[in-house]
């Protein structure tokens, strides 16, 4: 199972990667806002390393981050693209808000496991 979730967590990252920095057209709208379509990206990204990873969540939160940083960065080279400080603190936090998420849910099911030891 952990093999999947790794496996997922990277093709998430690298779709977002994808259509952060490729064509503009190639973007999936979801009528939510800039910064609701990052926030859900990003989210996504965060609960999929946060499972996948979770041993290692503070480092993840960390490269998180560090991440949404240079994605914003490397925007200033991509044709027709933008970057933003607003995209990357959205993103940052979103992603970390995917990690603490996968984190409770990890909570949740160790008291559920408890309990019905």
Known sequence: M????????????????FVTLGPPGYRPHFHLGQNGEHA?????????????????????????????????????????????????IVDALAACAGLAAAAAIDQVVARTRAQTS
């Open 2 to 17: 952990t093999i999947f979730l790794r496996m997922m967590a990277w093709g998430l990252a690298a779709a977002v990667t």
């Open 40 to 88: 859900l990206a990003f989210v996504t990204v965060g609960l999929a390393f946060g499972l996948a990873y979770r041993a290692n969540r503070m480092l993840i939160a960390i490269v998180a981050v560090a991440m949404s940083g240079a994605i914003e960065i490397l925007q200033f080279w991509a044709p027709g693209r933008h970057a933003r400080l607003s995209d990357f």
